[in-house]
């Protein structure tokens, strides 16, 4: 079933449903695209009341929702660096299937007991009516009712659960996002929409060349296929065949066609599969807006690019990651200019884009991604129809027109900073059935040298430890055949080296994608990351993980201990000396 837009003020919005409590309303394909609602704080606060509910519509699609208190569905927050964030979160998801057991030596008992609640502090229940929240990108710290995932769960019969915390004064103007961590459920519930976009505002505090521009929030998400049994459109090209990959989806195919393994929607507007009929966008001719791209996806890459009239128009990168391209603080009001952008799962990016001029049809559109032999199919296909036009409505929002410039950062650039040490992951993959392809697979991501297991969320042993205030490279090396996007908790780090090959970014990221594997290579693919555990606020345990989530659930995190700088070396997992290499490294291109 979907539901009607309506407009709000003179503009399109996702309507407030009369009864939230029964379905959960998505616009119809080819609708136009409505904007999320913003909830602003004010004097300094930003409280609000959220649901999340689950339904299973008639179509058969199961979907997860956020309602705020007036009915409407994801609702973008915005705060400003200082303010407190206030969120009272509801547990209302219904039609438990048999909770995953927690180890034997957890309070597994509890989450049986009518009685006795576990303290939704203290949960280790794992099951699809349990949630949670993670705040993707904000350096708060890992602790309960801020932005811990390893041992907050809510569950419905609990009362609202309130996260209450500051962002940080020092917190980069961005886009970040929320959703929700449940080891083993954070892809059903995503995949079901569970996700909704953060604003710190002040962007154009830290490039001018933003100021005043009128903002979109765009919100990528994938779902699963409406119709997963049509043939492709017959415009397409003849794909020798469909193979489902490891997690049953429909196998990359190299050509870029073929069905996808997911369909996409567009702020809830679905682009489905086979014809992709395009959701709508207007803008006034030719006029500079200031998109904020959100990829909510569960396993989807995204590709992005912008064509009038077939082509490729520049785009002008001002943020990734909810980070400044200009982070490093030398490089004034940088704009990359683009014609298509990367975007992983969990990835934001943020640009400049000029409206067609008037008459000329414009299109948004992803292209494909080669996702690897063991990848999913992540095929061309079109998001969005753009048009001008001199009626179109002014999207909500509007950044400030003289801002006062950020001040500079009170640390050194971390690309400035020698590492203190240098550690080495990978990811991996194994086939219960070596000689069957299509066999369960079990997703890693280990520390070299240790033995590869699945992610134990009744372990509690750190993987890796780290001292506050330290500076450390990471590389993270794919021995698998497909693409993974490495992700991780509380902090920012920087991309040394591509493969081998330094690019030193000046900017930072959150989630960034690793080169698949192929049987011609000499090496493993990897990137080399300079992690930054010198934010106060990241301390205590946390994980880093996959941020395809299907992979994430699947055991493919690990967990890191960041220990006050004073404290004495506590042993991880295994033997610890082994483990990691103190010798510092003074170039970033030597290993
Ligand atoms: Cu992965």
Redesign the pocket.
Same mark, same amino acid.
């Given at each position: 079933m979907f539901a009607s837009l309506c407009l709000v003020h003179g503009r399109v919005s996702l309507c407030a449903q009369e009864s939230p409590n029964t379905s959960c309303p998505r616009p119809s394909p080819g609708a136009a695209v409505p904007e999320p609602e913003d909830l602003r704080s004010q004097n300094g606060v930003l409280e609000l009341d959220l649901t999340v509910r689950n339904f299973t519509e008639p179509d058969g699609s199961k979907r997860f929702c956020y309602f705020d208190a007036a009915g409407n569905q994801s609702p973008t927050l915005r705060l400003s660096p200082g303010d407190l964030l206030i969120l009272n979160l509801k547990n209302d998801l219904t039609d438990s299937p048999a909770a995953v057991p927690a180890a034997s030596n957890h309070n597994h008992d509890h989450a049986t007991s009518a009685k006795k609640l576990p303290d939704p502090c203290d949960s280790s229940t794992m099951s699809l009516t349990s949630t949670n929240l993670h705040f993707h990108g904000l350096t708060v710290p890992a602790v309960c009712h801020q932005d811990d995932v390893l041992k907050t769960s809510i569950q419905p019969s609990d009362p609202p659960f309130q996260y209450k915390f500051r962002i940080p004064e020092n917190e980069p103007p961005g886009l970040y996002w929320y959703h929700p961590h449940i080891h083993g459920f954070s892809k059903i519930q995503v995949l079901g929409g569970a996700s909704g976009a953060m604003i710190i505002e002040g962007i154009e505090r830290a490039n001018r060349e933003v100021a005043g521009l009128p903002e979109r929030v765009l919100i990528i998400r994938d779902q699963d296929l409406l119709n997963p049994n049509s043939p492709p459109a017959k415009s397409e090209p003849v794909v020798p065949k469909f193979l489902v990959d490891h997690d049953g989806d429909a196998a990359n195919t190299g050509t870029g066609f073929g069905k996808p393994a997911k369909d996409l929607s567009i702020n809830f507007v679905p682009v489905p599969y086979p014809d992709y009929p395009p959701a709508t966008i207007q803008m006034k001719p030719q006029e500079r807006q200031f998109w904020r791209v959100l990829n909510a996806s569960a396993i989807t890459y995204l590709n992005l690019a912008v064509l009038y009239k077939h082509a490729p128009q520049q785009l002008g990168i001002v943020a990734l990651d909810g980070v400044p391209l200009n982070a490093n603080g030398t490089t004034g009001d940088f704009i990359s200019w683009q014609t298509h952008l990367g975007v992983p799962p969990g990835g934001r990016v943020e640009f400049i884009v000029t409206g067609p001029p008037a008459g000329v049809p414009g299109l948004l559109v992803t292209r494909t991604v080669d996702t690897g032999l063991g990848g999913e199919n992540d095929p061309n296909r079109m998001l969005a129809t753009i048009t001008a036009s001199e009626d179109a409505l002014e999207p909500r929002s509007k950044l400030a027109s003289l801002p006062t410039p950020l001040p500079p950062p009170a640390q050194p650039w971390l690309g400035n900073v020698t590492p203190v040490r240098v550690r080495k992951l990978y990811?991996s993959e194994t086939l219960l059935d070596p000689n069957d392809p299509n066999s369960a697979t079990t997703?890693y991501l280990t520390v070299d040298g240790q033995t590869p297991k699945p992610f134990d969320p009744a372990s509690g042993i750190p993987d890796i430890i780290a001292k506050q205030g330290d500076v450390e490279d990471w590389i993270i090396e794919n021995r698998s055949t497909e693409l @993974?996007?490495f992700h991780i908790h509380q902090l920012h780090f920087m991309l040394v080296a591509w493969d081998g090959v330094a690019v030193n970014e000046p900017f930072l990221r959150d989630t960034v994608n690793v080169p698949f594997h192929s049987t011609a290579d000499l090496e493993y693919p990897s990137v080399r990351l300079r992690m930054d555990f010198r934010d106060p606020n990241t301390i205590g345990t946390f994980v880093y993980h996959?941020h395809?989530l299907e @992979?994430e659930d699947g055991g493919?995190m690990g967990l890191i201990r960041v220990e006050p700088a004073d404290s004495a070396q506590a042993p991880e997992k295994g033997t610890a000396s082994s483990r990691t290499s103190s010798a510092p490294a003074r170039s970033t291109t030597n290993n």
């Open positions: 990811f997703f @993974h996007a996959c395809l @992979h493919m």
